[in-house]
């Protein structure tokens, strides 16, 4: 199994653009979930969803959304980005809501 | 609002000695502990964890001392090693009846072996 993937690793942007980061797993896990970690603050949820079809909004949401079309996918899509945006991202997948969640090796986002 | 509080930020080891990193939390709902290690340029990776009806768990050199009363807890590393030279995160959980898992880390501690 390759676990939680993510693409890209890296991305720059300039404020104002979008851009779709890329979680994958494959290990037919039904939660999956993306948080931002960003110096001194830990983990923060962004969004999240207990199975296809079905997504919700974590802590900090605004300026980000989500889709999940099939299990194996969520990907997260910045709409319009800001410089404070600028963070590290990871994805996450557990079997569900109540088990220990997998977590991606990251993309870190630069918005200049 | 940060729920849970790591300490220290940074901690310098000798090889072959212990190295100890506390947290502390507030929220009593909290359901399982678990500590994560992160490499640069990985994601965080669980190391072990513990639920807050044990006072202790050990897997190998890694063992979690845990004080409920005093809403504490700690990661021991024994016998430390070069290769255990890495941010150590640790974190509480509050596992949902419907919804998001509450998943809360601390703000993290770089730890560096020297050899």
């Known amino acids: 199994n390759a676990g939680v993937t993510q693409t890209p690793k890296f991305q720059v942007l300039k404020t104002g653009q979008s851009m779709t980061l890329q979680c994958a797993q494959d290990m037919n896990h039904e939660y999956m979930s993306w948080y931002r970690q960003d110096p001194g603050m830990g983990l923060r949820l962004i969004h999240y969803s207990v199975g296809a079809g079905i997504t919700d909004q974590g802590e900090v949401p605004n300026g980000y959304n989500v889709s999940r079309s099939t299990t194996e996918d969520f990907p997260l899509r910045l709409l319009s980005a800001a410089p404070s945006q600028t963070s590290v991202y990871f994805c996450a997948s557990s079997l569900g809501p109540n088990n220990e969640q997998f977590f991606g090796p990251g993309t870190r986002l630069t918005v200049l | 609002q940060q729920q849970v509080k790591q300490s220290p930020q940074s901690l310098i080891v000798q090889k072959g000695g212990i190295s100890i990193i506390n947290c502390a939390y507030e929220n009593t709902a909290f359901d399982y502990f678990p500590w994560y290690q992160q490499f640069p340029g990985k994601g965080p990776a669980l190391l072990i964890a513990?639920?807050?009806?044990?006072s202790e768990k050990k897997e190998g050199r890694f063992t979690i001392s845990f004080n409920k009363s005093a809403k504490q807890f700690s990661l021991h590393i024994m016998d430390s090693q070069p290769g255990d030279s890495a941010t150590y995160f640790c974190?509480?959980?509050?596992?949902?009846?419907?919804?998001?898992?509450?998943?809360?880390f601390g703000q993290g501690t770089r730890l560096t072996i020297n050899p």
């Open positions: 513990i639920r807050p009806d044990v």
């Open positions: 974190a509480a959980i509050h596992f949902p009846i419907q919804g998001a898992q509450k998943l809360v």
